[in-house]
């Protein structure tokens, strides 16, 4: 009697490219459920999600704007989590960086497009920076635990936002919490006439490859990397695993913060609360979708722009809700992590055997050695 | 001063219920060895279904019932995901609060559209012949889930401390290699904290819309999840210390509500700022002697 | 009657076969030994019989009939128990909470009743302990006797003990023999994991040997004797590598003065140690494992601060200074876990530049192709069977202690610090490493051996020092030094005094 057996081995090369369309396939699967609940014919639907957005110009453009955020988060997190930190506040990060902005693009209205756009940048690099480096320097110094510091920041801005609404930034024209209109100088000017796609989207592509470059080429990023993968090893090597955390948490924070500036100066022009629907959180989605390889995680960030889109779009033709998207997105997250534990796997037919057996204990090639 | 002093305890009151149920549940996810970052989703996604079911239904104690339903799920959907195939904790538990927001707000589109005012029901009554009580009346006339949240926080050290399932979960969280070579098993001992954890936590989002607000709003939650989160350490991972703790976060937002009334021009925010600010001050100062359970963030592998 | 019988017992990692159809069989009331060098198989054989691993091929008998045992539980239900090399405790619970854990039936724990049941338990079997004490404050011998307890709580009937004796000390051995002697006094069966000829001959009844996964042999112990016994486990005749002569005694390269040290837990675990290695000789630390031989490690390689006292390379001070300037300052590391000391997921080559990444840097650039001929020089070099761009975790135990090698020793270093350099490796790794080690000496490096192999330390080493407790015992030549002193030294019974060591 033949069985199918699973044992804990590398699963073949040509099952690792498949992966993630596997987990596509299936997400896609569970998810018509919901099309179904709303009444809605899930090929139809899944044409006006994934298809419709593509094939016309004005739409396509938008899934670039919707991923000009996201490809900064994404960046940022893969940044950080490169080096082994978890940076859950990218989301908080974003938001000093939108602080930033709001203020700078108010101050230099005196000052050219030259001048401010690159003040405006920096400054919200620096934001992000410094709104991410209590965590770092606690982690750093004192190992306090930086998921929980980073996360509980998130929440903590947002207070701030809303004293600065509702206090002294409040619109005086209006009274509404909201702050007043930066100038038309410190705007980020648009790539397209008669389309919201802007500045930050380039900013984003760069900062990906300045991501690939760094990770790859530079011994910083080497550093980060080996810091990463194996924090003791690294400071036995004599990497200054600490400095190398910082640095990567200090740039994360950076990048987030110029995610901020990209949304204020390129899309919203003055600061409101709902400045992010959660781009932060989004990015850990994209960072851990695109493997923590830059390129990959600008494909995803481009896919998860579409699935907003896309959200949107079955929303109005077919009257599917548009959180269709946001479902889909973390559905995603959670079966391309399943799925990719399988790559450590390998299913084989075995003839005629006693019993099966269970795939063998991480620790057993170990275990060989010092038997 | 007499009056100001009894509306406030018993707002802390009030203000504590989803907290004490929410760092409950994280707390049995914790000792178990799991950060079970889904604790907002979970929370959302309980005050959804309860506010569903109970609203449908006519019968509130049936929603509550259902979101607890609906917490175990997610619980279990953790555990499939963090013990069964060790996906990293953080991501897998942001991940749950991902799916299950927007799962929540889908089915809210779906059964509501989108309505200019929050859809509301006839939420649960305080507790009618306590209120009568004089003075304290206003105290004790709690609804009746606060009074089980607060009844749950003895239970569950006794559940951790005097039965043999919570010996297995602190172990489990602990050591669960030694836990596994003496014959516990991790898996479902795992599997089951979670469970219960979801369960806590779904019911504490089904107090938010069933009893306080009676109504289910897109920020219903506002990050309290990431408060209980916090409370966790706080308290040290001990229940009763944590009930302090969530008693202490629903004083000074109590207080602060009310200081907002009095006319007083206070930045409020800070007030609300401040149990995360004081979380994080805890952390930097128990730093590297945080008694955080051993094993938490720790994937178990053995077959 | 016996027992427990195995039959034919295979077992393959990958390649590897670990086992290979081997018979083994225990009588009722007795200790029977399994004897072997590392990677012999003896932990893979006793896994399969607790559960903890399944084996491809053969059938276990337990009192006559076939048994099934998926997991430890079903091994501790027919009456079979394990003490592992690590103990699997939880250190925040208490001595009695440790015990009855996974053993306890009903809803309600009663931490009363459970520590007097414990109590009972341990009395019943002559076992001193203290049921309300909590495991993290015990001391290692204690540790396993609550082990020895758990097994025996669960009416264990043969007792499996994986190396129980590698980490006490002499005074804690003699203890423990007691207890199984008392255990076999009781009808209870033992089986005794060890590479140790002589705690063999004074504890066992029969003694199974096993060489490369197989059976040597099944002996009495009335009817062998240790040379018979090392016969039969190495196989060959012990030593291959020897020392080429006493070379010229040079200046002091490593100095320590006073050095103090705490461990992970607090406790002092380097006590005032003060040691010179000279250019040109091997200076052997030996001693039973846990005397502090790993914190001396890790101060030398800058990941543990001392608190007191100096080191000194070349009359520099180093004393508190980070990894880099250990490396700066001439010191090559290899390291006791050498998996820890390399990076798994990054290339063979990455991890060769790890510890001089400034040299392979320019502007902040890394210069690859640079990378990439280093490593494949060095690979050459200590032929090492892998490709530059190889991950490092696919290479075999005996290559990643190459690369090792090839890191330290590559920056032509001035002191050489090792660590266990050999644990674990087959024979052909192992003397490729002591040849390496002998080769840098004869260069007129400072070497630093911290060994346990007792045998390993008295062929390599010019001179031995012997630590106990985290102290220097005394240093003593290696060709006056024998066994003998040295053991009484490591078990702390006697100490050289100062001015009787130093020539």
Same mark, same amino acid.
Do not use: D, Q
């Given at each position: 009697m033949a069985k199918l057996r699973i044992e804990r081995a590398a699963a073949p090369l040509w099952v690792r490219p498949l992966i993630p369309v596997i987990a596509a396939v299936i997400t896609l699967a569970l998810t018509a459920t919901l099309v179904v609940l709303a009444k809605a014919n899930p090929f139809e639907a899944y044409y006006y999600f994934l298809v419709v957005p593509l094939s016309s110009w004005v739409s396509a453009i938008e899934v670039l704007v919707k991923s000009t955020p996201l490809l900064l988060t994404g960046a940022a997190v893969t940044f950080a989590f490169s080096a082994g930190y978890w940076n859950i506040g990218a989301e908080g990060q974003l938001y000093a960086g939108a602080i930033a902005a709001a203020w700078l693009g108010t101050v230099l209205h005196e000052a050219p497009a030259l001048v401010a756009i690159p003040i405006m940048l920096l400054g919200g690099f620096v934001a992000g920076m410094l709104w991410a480096l209590p965590p770092a320097l606690l982690k750093v110094k004192l190992a306090v635990d930086e998921v929980v510091t980073t996360l509980l920041l998130n929440s903590v801005i947002l207070f701030v936002v809303s004293y600065l609404l509702n206090g002294p930034w409040r619109d005086p024209v209006s009274g509404w919490p909201q702050s007043p209109e930066i100038a038309a100088s410190a705007i980020l000017p648009k790539?397209?006439?008669?389309?919201?796609?802007?500045?930050g989207f380039i900013v984003g592509l760069l900062i990906i490859l300045a991501l690939w470059f760094v990770l790859s080429r530079t011994s910083l990023g080497l550093k980060m990397r080996a810091t990463g993968l194996g924090m003791e090893a690294a400071r036995y090597a004599g990497v200054n695993v600490g400095r190398a955390i910082l640095t990567a948490a200090l740039i994360s924070g950076g990048i987030a913060g110029i995610a901020g500036v990209s949304e204020i100066a390129g899309i919203h022009f003055h600061l409101i609360d709902a400045i992010s629907p959660g781009y932060g959180y989004t990015g850990i989605i994209i960072a851990m979708l695109g493997g923590l390889n830059p390129f990959g995680v600008g494909l995803a960030a481009l896919f998860v722009g579409l699935l907003s889109i896309g959200g949107q779009t079955v929303s109005r033709a077919l009257g599917v809700p548009a959180y269709l998207g946001d479902v889909v997105q973390a559905a995603l997250l959670l079966v391309t992590l399943g799925a990719f534990i399988f790559q450590n796997y390998r299913i084989r037919w075995i003839a005629d055997e006693p019993r099966s057996l269970p795939p063998l204990p991480a620790s057993a090639e170990n275990d060989l050695e010092t038997n | 001063m007499e009056v100001f002093l009894i509306g406030l305890i018993a707002a802390t009151l009030r203000v504590a219920t989803p907290l004490i149920l929410g760092t409950l549940g994280e707390l049995f996810a914790e000792r178990a060895g799991i950060l079970n970052l889904g604790i907002e989703g979970t929370m959302f996604c309980g005050a959804f279904v309860g506010f569903v079911v109970g609203g449908a239904t006519g019968n509130l104690w049936l929603g509550v019932l259902a979101a607890i339903v609906a917490g175990i799920l997610a619980g279990l959907l953790m555990g499939l995901l963090s013990v069964r195939l060790g996906v990293s904790q953080h991501v897998s538990g942001l991940g749950i609060t991902l799916l299950l927001t927007g799962l929540s707000l889908f089915g809210f589109r779906l059964i509501f559209g989108e309505p200019r005012i929050p859809p509301s029901i006839a939420p649960f009554e305080r507790l009618p012949i306590l209120s009568q009580v004089p003075i304290l009346g206003e105290i004790l006339g709690q609804y009746a889930l606060t009074y089980i949240a607060l009844a749950l926080v003895p239970v569950c050290w006794w559940m951790l401390y005097r039965t043999n399932f919570g010996l297995q979960i602190r172990a489990v969280g602990e050591n669960p290699e030694a836990a596994d070579a003496a014959g516990v098993n991790v898996f479902l001992t795992r599997y089951l904290a979670l469970a219960i954890a979801g369960g806590l936590m779904a019911a504490g989002g089904a107090f938010l819309s069933l009893a306080q607000l009676g109504a289910f709003t897109?920020? $219903? $939650?506002?990050g309290r999840g990431w408060v209980c989160i916090a409370l966790i350490i706080f308290g040290n991972w001990q229940p009763v210390r944590v009930l302090w703790g969530a008693l202490l976060f629903g004083g000074v937002s109590a207080l602060q509500l009310r200081l907002q009334t009095t006319g007083l021009d206070l930045p409020y925010e800070m007030f609300l700022a401040l149990p995360y600010l004081v979380t994080i001050a805890a952390l930097a100062v128990a730093g590297r002697n945080a008694t955080y359970p051993a094993a938490l963030l720790k994937a178990y592998k053995r077959e | 009657m016996l027992a427990i019988q195995m039959r034919g017992i295979t077992k393959r990692f990958g390649p590897v076969l670990a086992n290979d159809r081997i018979d083994f069989s225990l009588e009722q009331g007795e200790i029977h030994a399994l004897l072997g060098e590392n990677g012999a198989g003896k932990t893979t054989l006793m896994r399969i019989l607790y559960g903890l691993y399944h084996a491809d091929q053969g059938e276990i008998l337990v009192d006559g009939h076939l048994a099934h045992i998926p997991s430890p539980k079903e091994a501790i239900t027919l009456g079979i128990g394990m003490v592992a090399q690590h103990f699997t405790l939880? +250190? +925040?619970?208490s001595v009695a909470e440790n015990v009855v854990l996974g053993y306890t039936k009903g809803l309600r724990f009663d931490p009363g009743a459970a520590q007097q049941h414990v109590a009972e338990a341990a009395a019943r079997f002559g076992i001193k302990t203290d049921p309300a004490a909590i495991v993290r404050h015990l001391s290692v011998g204690e540790c396993q006797r609550v082990e020895i307890l758990k097994a025996l709580y669960r009416n264990v009937r043969a007792l499996i003990m994986d190396e129980p004796t590698s980490v006490l000390v002499p005074q804690e051995v003699d203890v423990l023999f007691e207890t199984l002697e008392r255990l076999r006094g009781a009808g209870l069966s033992v089986i005794f994991i060890s590479h140790k000829l002589n705690e063999v001959m004074a504890v066992c009844d029969r003694i199974t040997v096993l060489r490369q996964g197989r059976v040597v042999g099944t002996v009495d112990k009335a009817a062998t004797s240790q040379i018979e016994l090392a016969c039969m486990m190495v196989g060959r005749e012990t030593f291959g590598v020897t020392r080429r002569g006493e070379s010229p005694q040079g200046e002091a390269r490593l100095r320590l003065e006073s050095l103090s040290a705490l461990d992970r837990k607090g406790l002092p675990a380097l006590k005032e140690v003060s040691l010179e290695v000279r250019a040109g000789e091997i200076l052997g630390l030996a001693g039973v494992s846990g005397n502090g031989q790993a914190e001396l490690a890790r101060v030398l390689a800058g990941t543990l601060k001392p608190t007191g006292g100096r080191i000194l390379v070349d009359n520099r001070d180093l004393t508190g200074a980070d990894p880099t300037c250990f490396l700066v300052a001439g010191v090559g590391r290899i390291p006791e876990e050498r998996h820890e000391s390399m990076i798994g997921e990054l290339s063979v080559a990455e991890n060769l530049v790890l510890e001089c990444l400034d040299e392979f840097t320019r502007n902040g650039l890394l210069d690859r192709r640079r990378v990439r001929q280093h490593g494949e020089q060095l690979i050459a070099e200590y032929q090492i069977k892998a490709q530059p761009t190889d991950r490092m975790r696919t290479l075999s135990g005996g290559n990643v202690q190459k690369v090792v090698l090839a890191r330290a020793l590559s920056s032509k270093p001035r002191v050489i610090l090792a660590s266990q350099p050999t644990r674990g490796l087959d024979v052909g790794a192992t003397e490729y490493v002591r040849d390496k080690l002998l080769e840098q000496r004869d260069q007129g490096v400072a070497v630093l051996l911290i060994s346990e192999d007792l045998d390993e330390a008295l062929a390599l080493s010019d001179r031995i020092a012997v630590i106990y407790e985290g102290r220097i015992m005394g240093v003593i030549p290696a060709g006056e030094a024998s066994k003998e002193q040295l053991g009484m030294m490591m078990s702390g019974a006697w100490e050289v005094t100062r001015g009787e060591t130093e020539n």
């Open positions: 790539l397209l006439p008669r389309a919201r796609l802007h500045l | 897109y920020g $219903i $939650i506002a | 939880v +250190p +925040p619970l």
